[in-house]
């Protein structure tokens, strides 16, 4: 650790009263070591960081901690609090404050070497030892290992093997050992993990292996953290009487662990209260009590929090079908435009290319990607329904889902029989993983009763009881959209451009998108449906490549990283990327996203009244000799661009007067400009 902490690095007198100021005073002593580049743009990570979890652990710690792009080298700040500074421990305020900067691309040596200090801040006698340590260069040599306190140097008696596996003379002494009735150790196996994998993971891991060795019991730990992955031994699992999971990030091949009594908590549960986690796991023991042989939930729930409400994770159910949806959009969608684009508006005509195909023929290029386009456009609403299914009931989900899927095509229910199908599917399966099933029966379940009688369900329902009904609806929607002209058109244009703008690629604007997707995905779809693709795409442009443009017409509102983002986002504008605008938004969302909201609702509005239209899902400007009147288009785009520019740079000069906000303009201009060495603007 000796190139990690130096005493240049280390404040025993941190008068810092947030644990954002504490953060800011020990990353500027390693701005001006040269190991962090960009001051904000590491706040803005740790502040991230920070976010997901609390970083405030009992006993007085608190440990910052972020990879990052901007750190050079593996690097540790230690300030001391005498008032000490809340970081969210229930125990109350930190005296000991740890900032761990790791880089991007930190190698496994680094990593190691930073989780041998998280397991560290688990011994008493070294924490003791920082709060009376009385200079820097002291404290930096104790935190290295140059220096250990005395009581830590001898191993306890407890940590050896034959303390642990020393049979006991007597029930009762074996009892209290934590031993069985055989004479063996209570045998844990455990994981750890956090989102970062750089403390809690190891801090973890550590609580419960001394936890481990004062109960008497044999507990091995998994820690799946930035350091590597290194499964346990399978016999060691095998011999396990229990598990202890202890993450905040979904543990890796937790199949491996099932069958056996299960503690599920988050890391800081296992760092806070080890000893309770072992009780409570042998409990379950004694009562039999065994987790089912599953893969750890759905996706859906692998990827979310515990006790989400319905709402939730039906937003994140049809998410799953729209994300999977996508790339058949884009490959299809810019196949077909491409062939109609080569060959014509009549290539949707041509013969299958299986029957005429001429090598040396413009033509038969155009149908071959035309033809390629529309298989893959076949695959949309079975893939959206296959998938929202597999959201909801994982693996299972998938054959009824497809099936239904097909259904809504064959039975012309469309886009919205796509949903439904996705839904039905997902909840019968659902239903039928809830009956409890004969020992023997379990290994077919999946493979043959559940597909059989999901498929067979589904296909009644959309069949016989709700396709009709959703084919009306899907027509009624189609015979709107082509009747939409003057006012009403504009007012969906407008309307879609907001919803694009809102949150940036998120569940809104995923909405809007596939709205314009599913008109198009036909062989020859409506004049109406072309419109709102158009102005979809174009509205979806407008926030990242606005704030390119503001960045590069008034650079002193944005930070030193808001101006490198910037760079970024001219490609992934012009891109049709929404998400090129996410980091400006995620540091200034008051002020982004009104303004590209405003921006998109005028850019849609001017598509939609321009007759704008467009046959290709994706491709920004890159597929402008796509688009019907595309002079007119691009002058749509550039007018939401100007507006949104102009708004942000207002809203934002508008902060910069205020007295404090001229304080941190200049504290952010000054820290921009010493990093790259330039002079700050007047």
């Given amino acids: 650790m000796s190139e990690m902490i130096t005493a240049d690095l280390v404040d025993l007198d941190l008068s810092a009263e947030t644990k954002e100021a504490a953060a800011r005073a020990l990353a500027e002593r390693m701005v001006s070591q040269g190991r962090v580049t960009d001051l904000e743009g590491f706040l803005a990570d740790v502040a991230a960081r920070e976010a997901q979890m609390p970083t405030g652990l009992d006993g007085g710690i608190g440990i910052p901690h972020c990879r990052s792009e901007h750190v050079t080298e593996p690097t540790l700040g230690f300030g001391r609090s005498a008032r000490g500074i809340d970081f969210g421990a229930a125990d109350g305020p930190a005296d000991l404050i740890f900032l761990i900067a790791a880089p991007a691309g930190a190698d496994d040596a680094h990593l190691t070497i930073l989780s041998s200090l998280a397991r560290q801040l688990m011994n008493t006698e070294f924490t003791s030892a920082l709060r009376s340590v009385k200079d820097a260069a002291a404290a930096a040599a104790l935190i290295r290992g140059d220096e250990a306190p005395a009581a830590a140097q001898a191993p306890a008696a407890a940590e050896t093997p034959a303390a642990v596996e020393e049979p006991a003379t007597s029930a009762a002494s074996s009892e209290a050992a934590g031993e069985e009735a055989d004479g063996r150790p209570f045998r844990i196996v455990a994981v750890t993990s956090c989102p970062t994998g750089i403390a809690h993971t190891y801090m973890a891991a550590e609580s419960l292996e001394n936890a481990g060795r004062e109960a008497g019991v044999e507990l091995v730990v998994e820690t799946q953290g930035s350091a590597g992955f290194t499964r346990l031994d399978p016999a060691v699992i095998t011999a396990a009487d229990a598990v202890i999971f202890a993450h905040d990030v979904p543990v890796r091949e937790k199949d491996r662990f099932a069958g056996k009594p299960t503690v599920d908590v988050g890391v800081k549960a296992g760092i806070n209260r080890p000893a309770e986690l072992i009780a409570e796991v042998r409990a379950k023991a004694e009562r039999g009590e065994v987790t089912a042989p599953a893969s750890g939930g759905t996706p859906v729930e692998r990827a979310g ?39 014509g508006y009549k290539i949707n005509k041509a013969p299958s290319v299986m029957d005429h195909f001429v090598w040396t023929q413009g033509d038969s290029w155009a149908a071959l990607l035309f033809q390629i386009g529309a298989v893959s456009f076949g695959f949309l609403v079975p893939v959206l329904a296959g998938y929202i299914a597999y959201g909801m009931a994982d693996r299972p989900g998938l054959v009824p889902g497809f099936v239904g899927g097909s259904i809504a095509l064959t039975i012309n229910a469309g886009f919205l029989g796509g949903l439904v199908a996705g839904l039905l599917a997902g909840g019968v399966v659902m239903a039928i993983q809830k009956i409890d099933i004969p020992q023997a029966l379990r290994g077919i379940m999946p493979v043959v009763v559940i597909p059989l009688i999901s498929s067979a ?16 609806a899907q027509k009624g929607l189609t015979d709107w959209l082509n009747g939409l002209s003057g006012t009403n058109a504009i007012l969906l244009g407008a309307l879609l451009g907001v919803m694009m703008c809102f949150d940036l690629g998120g569940p809104v604007n995923k909405v809007a998108y596939t709205f314009a997707t599913a008109g198009i995905a036909v062989s020859n779809p409506s004049d109406s449906a072309m419109k709102i693709m158009a102005a979809v795409m174009a509205a979806g442009m407008v926030p990242p490549l606005a704030m390119a443009l503001a960045t590069t017409v008034r650079g002193k509102l944005f930070t030193h990283t808001e101006r490198e983002n910037g760079k970024a986002a001219w490609v992934l504008g012009a891109s049709f990327i929404s998400e090129g605008a996410i980091p400006f938004a995620a540091a200034d969302p008051l002020r982004v996203i009104p303004s590209s909201m405003v921006g998109g609702a005028i850019t849609g509005a001017l598509s939609m009244g321009f007759g704008a239209t467009l046959r290709a899902p994706h491709g920004g400007i890159f597929v402008v000799p796509l688009i019907g009147n595309p002079f007119l288009y691009l002058i749509a785009l550039v007018a939401g661009v100007c507006v949104t520019t102009a708004l942000v740079v207002i809203l934002k000069g508008m902060r910069k007067q205020s007295p404090e906000g001229s304080a941190k303009e200049a504290e952010g201009a000054s820290v921009s400009a010493r990093d790259s060495k330039q002079p700050v603007a007047a």
Avoid: N, Q
């Fill in 305 to 343: 929090e515990s006790g989400e409400g319905y709402g939730t994770k039906l937003r994140k159910w049809l998410m799953s079908g729209v994300s999977y949806m996508v790339p058949f959009v884009a490959a299809g969608g810019l196949l077909i435009a491409l062939g109609f684009a080569i060959g």
């Fill in 457 to 472: 369900v589904v296909g009644f329902l959309m069949f016989v009881v709700i396709g009709k009904p959703i084919a009306s």
